[in-house]
């Protein structure tokens, strides 16, 4: 099993939908979560990090389920410009440097 | 953004030449590290370095070296590469310290070996 594994994908959204991305982490040590998108041939770029209590920043909402080992991301209100690889990134532990990559989802909002 | 860039951001080589990548950042944060990408694995760690001189490897660090000789660069060296290397490489910075330590992103090389 991957350590971390997130919904295959790709999500073929239109303009305004609501959009929900899932991921489960192995590592039930792991302290720290994040949002990452990556729009193609560009550098991954920190959209949130995640927060045991859920976060919501505009119209994203992250929330985190300790207990079951999963994360999620809902978009509200999509516009093109979310059309983006979504990567769900976690950290092994507060002191170590190990942070694991999922494979990444997909999403192309269409108008 | 942070202040990370890398040079060269694209390169062409032959198999069983060597060839190095920098990394340089102005954020003078302590940790740095570099990745490679491609399709269907993600990204994946090489080398992480949590100091100068100070580095490990990462995942996928056979055929790399690395080297920190100061606190804002660090190099990637292929000493003779091979096409398994061809792939877009990222460097990333974290800083220690912060409760979330958010990794942040250089703007890649692509590399091909031929």
């Known amino acids: 099993r991957k350590e971390v594994e997130q919904d295959p994908g790709p999500f073929n959204v239109p303009e305004g939908a609501t959009v929900a991305f899932n991921c489960t982490y192995s590592?039930?040590?792991?302290?720290?979560f994040f949002w990452y998108r990556q729009d193609c041939r560009k550098e991954p770029k920190l959209l949130m990090s995640?927060?045991?209590s859920g976060n919501e920043d505009g119209r994203f909402t992250a929330q985190l389920n300790r207990a079951s080992q999963y994360i999620s991301l809902l978009i509200r209100d999509s516009k093109l410009s979310d059309s983006a690889t979504y990567l769900c990134?976690?950290?092994?532990?507060?002191?170590?440097?190990?942070?694991?990559f999922g494979p990444g989802t997909r999403l192309s909002v269409l108008p | 953004d942070a202040g990370i860039t890398q040079s060269p951001r694209h390169k062409v080589t032959e198999t069983g030449t060597p060839v190095t990548l920098r990394c340089h950042q102005t954020?003078?944060?302590?940790?740095m590290y570099w990745y490679r990408q491609d399709p269907g694995h993600g990204l994946r760690l090489i080398h992480y370095?949590?100091?100068?001189?100070?580095?490990d490897k990462g995942e996928v660090s056979d055929g790399y070296s690395v080297s920190r000789s100061k606190t804002e660069d660090f190099l990637l060296t292929l000493e003779s590469a091979t096409s398994s290397q061809t792939s877009v490489y990222f460097c990333?910075?974290?800083?220690?310290?912060?409760?979330?330590?958010?990794?942040?992103f250089g703007p890649g090389t692509r590399l091909t070996v031929l």
């Open positions: 995640v927060y045991s």
């Open positions: 954020e003078n944060h302590r940790y």
């Open positions: 590592n039930s040590a792991s302290q720290s």
């Open positions: 370095s949590y100091g100068v001189k100070d580095t």
């Open positions: 990333a910075i974290s800083e220690a310290g912060l409760s979330y330590n958010e990794q942040f």
């Open positions: 990134v976690v950290r092994g532990d507060n002191y170590g440097q190990n942070f694991v």
